[in-house]
């Protein structure tokens, strides 16, 4: 039973581009949204997240959008570039006991080409 | 200022063996949190720890595997009579808070059971 759900295994787009990952979730007592970055052999390392209160959020080349009443959230990367080939991780929290709870996606393998 | 430091980094098992995977948290934080993924899959909740404290391990198989976060030093996950099934990464995360903000992870031990 996935909650968070990251359909599109890989994505591979062009240096400068636009990078749109994709991520739904069926749980709606979530209400807190990360997106994690995993390069090979490390652990993740957070990106950026958005609260159920927002429908964007951004920092940089970064941007952050949930669509509360689909249960879709999307990270837009512009322009995209080389360094930010990893792989994507979706993630979220719900309020209540268990808060510190992070459900993840499977993932998207990001690959920006020069 | 270091980060979240796991070791081993990689850990080679025979079945029926017992691994340790240790796990110290960023300077300042006391609440710890395993993950384990699978080949292919995303992240999964194990346990949270807070010293002394085991919060929720309600993601951590009943038989086999148990953690702890002593007063003085790491967190440690055993499992003991490991099984190929447990092949796995595991990742340790810290935060200052239990309950808001992102986790800050380590770059995980790999497990394999031979």
Known sequence: ?114 | NAGVMQNPRHLVRRRGQEARLRCSPMKGHSHVYWYRQLPEEGLKFMVYLQKENIIDESGMPKERFSAEFPKEGPSILRIQQVVRGDSAAYFCASSPLGTDGELFFGEGSRLTVL
């Open chain 1, 1 to 114: 039973d996935q909650q968070v759900k990251q359909n599109s295994p890989s994505l591979s787009v062009q240096e400068g581009r636009i990078s749109i990952l994709n991520c739904d979730y069926t749980n709606s007592m979530f209400d807190y949204f990360l997106w994690y970055k995993k390069y090979p052999a490390e652990g993740p390392t957070f990106l950026i997240s958005i609260s159920s209160i927002k429908d964007k959020n951004e920092d940089g080349r970064f941007t952050v959008f949930l669509n509360k009443s689909a249960k879709h959230l999307s990270l837009h990367i512009v322009p995209s570039q080389p360094g930010d080939s990893a792989v994507y991780f979706c993630a979220a929290k719900g309020s209540g006991g268990s808060n510190y709870k992070l459900t993840f996606g499977k993932g998207t393998l990001l690959t920006v080409n020069p």
